[in-house]
């Protein structure tokens, strides 16, 4: 298959406002006749890739046809290497593309340079940006794969145009399409053959490091979907605590194994346990710690400050040997592992909150994706005696040492005791000026270990924990500082319902509830409450932990008519039939519970 070279370019990153964003990009380019030298070690002289090392970008020039023509673009509006490539080329049948141009394969170009298939452009919002496409638009050309082809320099020389060259096929034994690269990395995580095809590609010895980097998180990505609720139990299970730890003078923590010796359920960092004590009580509690791989987990650790009932019974019965009632854990604030590039996460927690936040920091710092990202952990205590509350299980090794960047807050610090920029940072609780100084200078992220990249301060995703008037202000603080609301989470000490008014077009004015095994009927109104405090307005006493749908405990069987959550969530939709009424409100005039 010959080849000849029509044009060239080399690039230098520069700033450009894409969606809103100074963002670094070379992919603005000129294209020239040549020379280009091409050297095995440094790749192209004089050119600077913003965020990619492949030593050479080649594209197709019967592709500029193919793309201008499917999204109604004038051709002449796209001038050769407008797709960001150092070399456009022309194929002599124009039929090739990157299902027949395989990992390994040799480019020998004729007095010139001998380059090595590499891998291929993952689109990326930048390409999306430059041809003046959404980002849906990048799920097409991955699919098709028409994305380009990363070149590995082997042999030295210059290249101009008019230049011929020959497709010498690969030897070895595994053929690799660099097509099925971009259509791996934007298949979903659900399917089984996207983790047979990753790895099949993972394998080969010539994939160049960039491709190579985003497939082994594209497969981290496929683990964390294939662990979550792996083991899950339905219903209630017992489990044995094995072990207790004073953490401090009020906070004990509990060690929990199986009592039946059949594996424990996998968790998402941030989620909780239900557990029923002998007397009734049902609670939830934040699972505090996260070691490493959680496939099948030895055992789950709670750690729970000592209050009155529930908290009270396990600081003084909760013994080794004792057994409890335990559902599968469960819960909606955890640490968002999907993202491939994620920004800077940002910790905050006030007291006992860090027992849901130190699993996140934990998963952070060993997790495939996540532990070259910069964190914030913003820790506020009362003081000294305190802030060291599970401080030993801190992760600390070589990404801690560079990512990670703690504040904390004491709110009273003891005199001669508690001193500023040795125990802490700040006095008082975080503040508007705290909070717009933390944020204010822009951060570095190089998750490819390339070429770091400027993101504005403002930019991350923000977990709060804490009392609910904490996480109110922590929010409103983020907030007035132009953090998006989309990217703060938050979960306090107690649950407060929600406002019915974004149900109100959906919802009855009022409904009739029956209650079937317990022979009771009652009427729900409008903008009242949930269907679990229906019940207990009647005197019923449905079991319940958390009071906000994540632990099902509450659940009961729906007969007739339909519900809907807090979220707006239709909870019919449960092909179990189940529906969770701590946050379920009437959408039909008469629903049926077998309660």
């Known amino acids: 298959m010959a080849l000849s070279v029509v044009a060239l370019s080399i690039g230098t990153p520069a700033l450009h406002?894409?969606?809103?964003?100074?963002?670094?990009?070379?992919?603005?380019?000129?294209?020239?006749?040549?020379?280009?030298?091409?050297?095995?070690?440094?790749?192209?002289?004089?050119?600077?890739?913003?965020?990619?090392?492949?030593?050479?970008?080649?594209?197709?020039?019967?592709?500029?046809?193919?793309?201008?023509?499917?999204?109604?673009?004038?051709?002449?509006?796209?001038?050769?290497?407008?797709?960001?490539?150092?070399?456009?080329?022309?194929?002599?049948?124009?039929?090739?593309?990157?299902?027949?141009?395989?990992?390994?394969?040799?480019?020998?170009?004729?007095?010139?340079?001998?380059?090595q298939v590499a891998g291929t452009r993952v689109p990326c919002s930048r390409l999306a940006w430059r041809c003046g496409q959404t980002g849906d638009w990048l799920s097409d050309v991955a699919k098709l794969g028409f994305c380009g082809v990363y070149l590995r320099v082997l042999r030295r020389g210059q290249l101009h145009a008019g230049q011929k060259a020959r497709i010498v096929p690969s030897a070895g034994p595994l053929r690799v399409p660099v097509s099925d690269i971009p259509s791996s990395m934007f298949a979903p995580v659900s399917d089984p053959a996207t983790r047979d095809r990753v790895q099949r590609i993972l394998q080969h010895p010539d994939l160049e490091d960039m491709?190579?980097?985003?497939?082994?998180?594209?497969?981290?990505?496929?683990?964390?979907?294939?662990?979550?609720g792996r083991n899950a139990w339905k219903g209630w299970r017992k489990l044995r605590i094995t072990s207790v730890v004073q953490e401090s003078a009020d906070v004990n923590s509990f060690y929990l194994e199986a009592a039946d010796e059949l594996p424990l359920a996998s968790f998402v960092p941030g989620q909780f346990l239900t557990i029923r004590l002998p007397s009734g009580l049902v609670r939830c509690w934040s699972l505090s710690s996260w070691s490493g791989s959680q496939a099948d987990p030895r055992f789950y650790r709670i750690s729970v400050k000592k209050g009155p009932n529930a908290s009270r019974w396990l600081h003084d019965s909760g013994l080794e040997n004792v057994s409890l009632d335990v559902r599968s854990p469960a819960g909606f604030f955890t640490l968002d592992l999907k993202p491939q590039?994620?920004?800077?996460?940002?910790?905050?927690?006030?007291?006992?909150?860090?027992?849901?936040?130190?699993?996140?920091?934990?998963?952070?710092?060993?997790?495939?994706?996540?532990?070259?990202?910069?964190?914030?952990?913003?820790?506020?205590?009362?003081?000294?005696?305190?802030?060291?509350?599970?401080?030993?299980?801190?992760?600390?090794?070589?990404?801690?040492?560079?990512?990670?960047?703690?504040?904390?807050?004491?709110?009273?610090?003891?005199?001669?005791?508690?001193?500023?920029?040795?125990?802490?940072?700040?006095?008082?609780?975080?503040?508007?000026?705290?909070?717009?100084?933390?944020?204010?200078?822009?951060?570095?992220?190089?998750?490819?270990?390339?070429?770091p990249i400027q993101i504005p301060g403002t930019v991350g995703t923000a977990y709060i924990c804490g009392p609910p008037s904490f996480c109110e202000d922590m929010r409103s603080l983020l907030l007035l500082a132009k953090f998006p609301a989309h990217s703060?989470?938050?979960?306090?000490?107690?649950?407060?319902?929600?406002?019915?008014?974004?149900?109100?077009?959906?919802?009855?004015?009022?409904?009739?509830?029956?209650?079937?095994?317990?022979?009771?009927?009652?009427?729900?109104?409008?903008?009242?409450?949930?269907?679990?405090?229906?019940?207990?307005?009647?005197?019923?006493?449905?079991?319940?932990?958390?009071?906000?749908?994540?632990?099902?405990?509450?659940?009961?069987?729906?007969?007739?008519?339909?519900?809907?959550?807090?979220?707006?969530?239709?909870?019919?939709?449960?092909?179990?039939?189940?529906?969770?009424?701590?946050?379920?409100?009437?959408?039909?005039?008469?629903?049926?519970?077998?309660?």
């Open 488 to 595: 703060i989470h938050t979960e306090s000490f107690s649950v407060q319902t929600p406002s019915l008014s974004s149900l109100s077009s959906i919802v009855p004015e009022k409904a009739v509830v029956n209650f079937t095994r317990s022979d009771t009927e009652s009427v729900w109104r409008e903008g009242t409450h949930s269907i679990l405090e229906l019940a207990e307005n009647q005197g019923l006493q449905p079991e319940y932990g958390c009071r906000s749908g994540s632990c099902g405990s509450c659940e009961v069987k729906l007969k007739k008519g339909t519900v809907r959550s807090w979220s707006g969530q239709a909870e019919n939709d449960q092909s179990d039939g189940m529906v969770r009424i701590c946050s379920a409100v009437p959408t039909s005039r008469l629903v049926e519970l077998e309660f």
């Open 341 to 451: 590039y994620p920004p800077r996460q940002i910790y905050i927690s006030a007291g006992i909150g860090i027992t849901a936040l130190l699993p996140m920091v934990q998963a952070h710092f060993d997790h495939e994706t996540f532990r070259r990202t910069p964190a914030l952990w913003v820790r506020v205590a009362r003081d000294g005696s305190t802030s060291g509350l599970l401080s030993s299980d801190m992760p600390r090794n070589e990404y801690t040492k560079e990512f990670l960047v703690c504040k904390t807050f004491f709110t009273h610090p003891r005199l001669s005791m508690d001193t500023i920029g040795q125990n802490h940072d700040y006095v008082g609780r975080p503040t508007q000026d705290a909070i717009s100084e933390l944020l204010r200078d822009p951060y570095f992220i190089d998750p490819m270990r390339i070429t």
């Open 211 to 228: 491709n190579r980097q985003s497939l082994t998180r594209k497969l981290s990505m496929i683990q964390d979907q294939t662990l979550a």
């Open 17 to 115: 406002t894409i969606h809103g964003h100074d963002t670094l990009t070379s992919i603005v380019r000129t294209p020239f006749d040549g020379p280009l030298t091409l050297d095995p070690d440094q790749g192209i002289a004089h050119h600077r890739s913003a965020i990619h090392n492949a030593h050479v970008y080649a594209f197709f020039s019967h592709h500029y046809d193919f793309w201008t023509a499917r999204l109604g673009i004038a051709r002449a509006s796209w001038d050769w290497c407008h797709w960001g490539e150092n070399l456009t080329l022309a194929a002599q049948d124009t039929s090739l593309n990157e299902t027949a141009v395989f990992v390994g394969d040799v480019w020998e170009f004729q007095d010139g340079p001998v380059l």
